[in-house]
């Protein structure tokens, strides 16, 4: 079993809905990490959080350290949005090593 | 700044030849991480540098791939001999203060050894 577990795996969705991609973790943990990988392979840094919720534009991360869970919203989703959600885990013994989720893969349609 | 850079984008080579990947990393950063990533295992952490001090290197598959950043502006990934089974995407990032401040990647190499 992967320490690292996201669902769902495939999304699609309309422009303008509500989306969330989940993502459960098995380890202990120092902070949890959201990137974002565009479909011509570059990735970026979402959020990286520890507790509570963040917000950036439309995006929001939030975590429950008691249920080893993690949450990415996505509001009024647009077709610019579509790419590879990945989530990342970092050890509270060593925070510059991430253990990745195989990604969730989203696509908005217009 | 520029972002961090790799070369090349795109590498073809045969079974056995010698392969490598270049980094250069955003001025200033003193953290530098390579990564790969293949559909059955996503991304996988490989090395990765603090002030151009190997930390841990324990994600490096097998004694054929090596990696050196001789300075603060440059790292190398070297596969030799190159497998089949090495074919992937292969990033770079750098950072400062860890992945604790968000980490900066590459646009990657893609790899296909043939």
């Known amino acids: 079993k992967n320490e690292v577990e996201q669902s769902p795996q495939n999304l699609t969705a309309q422009e303008g809905e509500f989306i969330t991609i989940n993502c459960s973790y098995s380890?202990?943990?120092?902070?949890l990490h959201w990137l974002q990988q565009h479909p011509g392979g570059g990735i970026v840094s979402l959020f990286m959080?520890?507790?509570g919720k963040k917000k950036h534009g439309r995006l929001i991360a939030t975590i429950n350290i008691q249920e080893k869970h993690s949450s990415l919203h996505i509001t009024a989703s647009h077709p610019r949005d579509s790419a590879v959600y990945i989530c990342?885990?970092?050890?509270?013994?060593?925070?510059?090593?991430?253990?990745f989720g195989t990604g969730t893969r989203l696509q908005v349609f217009p | 700044d520029a972002g961090v850079i790799q070369s090349p984008r795109h590498e073809v080579t045969e079974m056995g030849q010698e392969v490598t990947l270049r980094c250069k990393p955003i001025?200033?950063?003193?953290?530098l991480f390579w990564y790969r990533q293949t559909m059955m295992r996503g991304l996988e952490l490989l090395i990765y540098?603090?002030?151009?001090?190997?930390i841990d290197d324990s994600g490096m598959p097998e004694d054929r791939f090596s990696a050196k950043m001789p300075n603060a502006s440059f790292s190398t990934l070297k596969i030799q001999p190159s497998e089949p089974r090495d074919s992937a995407v292969y990033f770079c990032?750098?950072?400062?203060w860890g992945h604790g401040n968000g980490a900066f990647f590459g646009q990657g190499t893609r790899l296909t050894v043939v």
């Open positions: 990032a750098s950072s400062s």
């Open positions: 380890v202990g943990i120092s902070a």
């Open positions: 959080l520890s507790s």
């Open positions: 990342a885990v970092s050890s509270p013994y060593n925070t510059d090593k991430l253990i």
């Open positions: 001025s200033g950063h003193d953290y």
């Open positions: 540098f603090n002030n151009n001090v190997p």
